[in-house]
C-alpha cells in the first residue's frame, strides 16, 4: 500500500517537472517564432530592392497574414501526426520560406538590400532622381521578370505565414494537455504573451550580428525558429499525450508558481524597452542580448524548484473543477443534466433582467446572449448579433494595430526616421508583450473584481484612437514614440484576450472553428488598411529611378517623404478604431449580464473559461 503511494507520489512529481518545462518550451518556441513581426525592419530595403510601388509592398504584408487563413491545416496535421514531428515540419516551413525569399532577393555579394543600393535620402535633399515625364519605360521581359519575382516572393510570404499559425497551434495543444481548467488561460496568456517580444529578440539579434544589413533578418527568420525548435525538443519530448493526471489534479501552488513566470516575464520585457532600443552599436547589442537571452531561460529554474517543492504541496482535484472529465483534451463541461438546469435557471435570470431594463433600446436587447459556454455551429455563428460586433472590434481594432506596425518601417523613414527603425520596432514589440501579459489580469482578478471579459477588451481598445489622432495632429518624435507605444499595447491585448473571448462567448467546444473564423479579419484587414495607407502614400509620393541590380535595368518607384505620408492615413485609422470602440462596447453592454450571471454561480464559474 505505502509502494503505491510512493510510485504515485514520485509520478505527481515527475509530472509536475515535465508540464513546466513544457510550458517554458512554449515560451521559447512563441518569442523565437513571431517572424512576421519584423517586416517593418527590413520593409523599405525590401521595396527599394525590387523597385515596387506601397501597394505592391502591402500586397507582400499581406500574404504572411493570409497564412493565417490555412491555419486549419495544422489541426489536420495533428490528428494525424506526433506533436514533435509537426513542430519541425512547422520548423521547415519558415525555413523554406524565408531561405527562397532570401535568394530570389539577394542572388549575389551584391545585395539588393545593401543599405547602400539605394541610399534614404536626408531630410531637406531631394528624393532620389526624378523622371523628367514622371515615369520611365521598362521593356517587356524585365516587366515580366519583375512580376514573376513579385509573385514568387508572395509565395514565399504566404508559406511563412502558414508556419507561424503551426508553431502557435502547436503551444496551444501543449498548454492545453498539460494544465486544468482553471489554470489554461494563465498558460496560454502567459505563451501567447512571448509571442510579442519576437521584433525585440530579432532586433536584438540583427544588431549584435550586422546592424547595417536588413537583409540578416531574412537569414535569422529562417534559422531562428529551427534552432529553438531542436533546442524545445526535448521538453515536448517528455510530455506524454495520454499521461493527464496532472490536469485532473493540481497542486495548490499552482498559482504562486504563475505568479512567479508572470513576475520573469513582466522583467524580461522591462529589460528589453530599458536596454533593447537603445542599442547603437554591434558591441552594445551583443551585451543586450546576452541579458535578454539569460533572461530567457531563467523560467528553466521553475520545473527544478517544482521538483523539490511538489511534495509540500496538497495533490488533489482542483478546487476550482467541480467536475472531472474522461478526455481531458476535451473541455471540462457541466454534465447535460447540470447544464441544462444552470442554463434554464440562468435565462431566467437573464429574462428577469430585460424586463426590468426594457427601456434600454432594442438594438441592446435583441437577440442578447442570455448564457456563457453555449456551443455555436458555423451557421449559428454567423447568425449571432453578438459574433458581428465581436467582428467588427477586432477588425477596426486589433488589426489596425498590426498593419500599422506593418508600415512602422515606412512611417519612420518618410518622417526622416530610419536611424530609428528598430527603436521603434523595439518599443512596438515589448508594448505589445505588456498588453499580452496583462490580458492575463481577469484571471488573477477574478475572486477580487467581477467585470466581464468584454468589458476589459473595450477597455483595451481606448488608448488606439487616443494614438492614431495624436499622431495625425503631431509629427515629433516623442509622439511617434508614444503612440507607437499605446497602439502595441492595445493590440497586444486584444490579440491574447480574443481566444478566451471566443470560448466564452461561443462555447469551448467550437473554438477550433470559431476563432479560425474570427481571424479571416486579419487578412481583410490587412489588405484594406494596407491599402489606404499605400494610395495616400502614392499620392502624395515623387515618381524616382531604382537600378536593378538582378537585371540592370533602371526601374520606377514612389517615394514619399514628410509628414503629409501617412497623416491622413492616421486620421481614417483613428475613425476606424473609434468604430471598433463603440462595437466593442456594444458588446460588452450586451454580455455583462451573461458574465455576472455566470460569476454569479460558484457551480459553473470556472467551466466557461478558456479550454482552446
Given at each position: ?68 487563413a490555412f491555419g486549419w491545416s495544422s489541426g489536420l496535421a495533428l490528428l494525424h501526426l506526433p506533436l514533435p514531428l509537426v513542430l519541425l515540419l512547422s520548423a521547415a516551413m519558415g525555413l523554406a520560406s524565408y531561405a527562397l525569399q532570401y535568394c530570389l532577393l539577394l542572388p549575389s555579394s551584391s545585395s539588393p538590400l545593401a543599405p547602400d543600393a539605394v541610399p534614404y535620402p536626408a531630410a531637406g535633399t531631394p528624393v532620389l532622381k526624378l523622371i523628367s515625364n514622371g515615369h520611365v519605360e521598362i521593356d517587356g521581359d524585365s ?470
Amino acid at each position: 500500500m505505502e509502494g503505491g503511494v510512493r510510485r504515485r507520489s514520485n509520478g505527481n512529481k515527475d509530472g509536475e517537472w515535465r508540464r513546466w518545462a513544457a510550458l517554458v518550451a512554449t515560451v521559447w518556441v512563441q518569442a523565437l517564432t513571431g517572424t512576421n513581426l519584423d517586416f517593418s525592419a527590413y520593409s523599405s530595403a525590401l521595396k527599394s530592392s525590387m523597385a515596387v510601388s506601397q501597394q505592391s509592398l502591402s500586397y507582400l504584408a499581406t500574404a504572411s497574414d493570409l497564412g493565417k487563413a490555412f491555419g486549419w491545416s495544422s489541426g489536420l496535421a495533428l490528428l494525424h501526426l506526433p506533436l514533435p514531428l509537426v513542430l519541425l515540419l512547422s520548423a521547415a516551413m519558415g525555413l523554406a520560406s524565408y531561405a527562397l525569399q532570401y535568394c530570389l532577393l539577394l542572388p549575389s555579394s551584391s545585395s539588393p538590400l545593401a543599405p547602400d543600393a539605394v541610399p534614404y535620402p536626408a531630410a531637406g535633399t531631394p528624393v532620389l532622381k526624378l523622371i523628367s515625364n514622371g515615369h520611365v519605360e521598362i521593356d517587356g521581359d524585365s516587366r515580366w521578370i519583375h512580376q514573376y519575382r513579385v509573385r514568387k516572393v508572395f509565395l514565399v510570404c504566404l508559406l511563412a505565414g502558414c508556419s507561424i499559425c503551426w508553431f502557435n497551434t502547436v503551444c496551444f495543444v501543449i498548454c492545453i494537455r498539460n494544465f486544468s481548467a482553471s489554470n489554461r488561460p494563465l498558460a496560454l496568456s502567459l505563451s501567447i504573451s512571448f509571442n510579442g517580444l519576437s521584433a525585440a529578440f530579432y532586433t536584438l539579434f540583427a544588431n549584435a550580428i550586422s546592424p547595417d544589413s536588413p537583409s540578416v533578418y531574412l537569414l535569422l527568420n529562417a534559422i531562428l525558429p529551427l534552432v529553438v525548435s531542436i533546442v524545445a525538443l526535448p521538453a515536448i519530448l517528455l510530455c506524454h499525450p495520454h499521461d493527464h493526471g496532472n490536469v485532473h489534479s493540481t497542486p495548490s501552488h499552482d498559482r504562486r508558481v504563475f505568479l512567479g513566470f508572470y513576475i520573469i516575464a513582466f522583467t524580461t520585457g522591462i529589460y528589453l524597452v530599458i536596454f533593447g532600443s537603445v542599442t547603437t552599436t554591434s558591441s552594445a547589442a551583443q551585451v543586450v542580448l546576452t541579458g535578454a537571452m539569460a533572461l530567457l531561460a531563467l523560467p528553466l529554474i521553475i520545473p527544478a524548484a517544482s521538483t523539490c517543492t511538489s511534495h509540500m504541496g496538497t495533490h488533489g482535484p482542483d478546487p476550482a473543477l467541480p467536475f472531472s472529465h474522461d478526455d481531458p483534451q476535451k473541455p471540462l463541461l457541466l454534465k447535460n443534466d447540470q447544464q441544462r438546469e444552470t442554463n434554464g435557471s440562468t435565462e431566467q435570470k437573464s429574462v428577469e433582467w430585460q424586463l426590468e431594463g426594457c427601456g434600454c433600446g432594442m438594438i441592446l436587447e435583441k437577440g442578447r446572449m442570455l448564457v456563457l459556454g453555449e456551443e455555436h455551429s458555423a451557421r449559428k455563428l454567423i447568425r449571432c448579433v453578438d459574433f458581428w460586433l465581436y467582428y467588427t472590434a477586432y477588425f477596426c481594432g486589433a488589426t489596425v494595430g498590426l498593419v500599422y506596425s506593418n508600415n512602422l518601417g515606412q512611417i519612420a523613414q518618410s518622417l526622416h526616421r530610419e536611424s530609428q527603425i528598430t527603436m521603434l520596432l523595439a518599443v512596438y514589440s515589448s508594448c505589445s508583450f505588456f498588453g499580452r501579459l496583462l490580458s492575463a489580469l481577469p484571471d488573477f482578478l477574478h475572486r477580487a473584481v467581477s467585470f466581464a471579459r468584454t468589458g476589459w477588451v473595450a477597455a483595451a481598445l481606448v488608448p488606439m484612437p487616443v494614438a492614431f489622432f495624436l499622431m495625425w495632429r503631431f509629427h515629433d518624435q516623442n509622439t511617434l514614440v508614444a503612440g507607437t507605444a499605446l497602439i502595441g499595447l492595445s493590440s497586444g491585448f486584444i490579440f491574447a484576450a480574443a481566444v478566451s473571448v471566443t470560448s466564452e462567448l461561443f462555447g469551448p467546444n467550437s473554438i477550433g472553428v470559431n476563432h479560425n473564423i474570427l481571424i479571416t479579419n486579419i487578412p481583410l484587414g490587412s489588405l484594406l488598411y494596407g491599402q489606404i495607407a499605400a494610395l495616400v502614400y502614392d499620392a502624395n509620393g515623387l515618381r524616382s529611378t531604382a537600378l536593378d541590380n538582378r537585371t540592370g535595368k533602371v526601374e520606377s518607384m514612389i517615394v514619399c517623404m514628410g509628414a503629409k505620408c501617412y497623416s491622413n492615413t492616421f486620421f481614417v485609422w483613428g475613425c476606424i478604431t473609434l468604430l471598433g470602440l463603440a462595437s466593442s462596447m456594444a458588446l460588452f453592454l450586451r454580455t455583462r449580464r451573461a458574465y455576472a450571471s455566470a460569476s454569479g454561480q460558484p457551480s459553473c464559474k470556472h467551466h466557461n473559461q478558456v479550454l482552446s
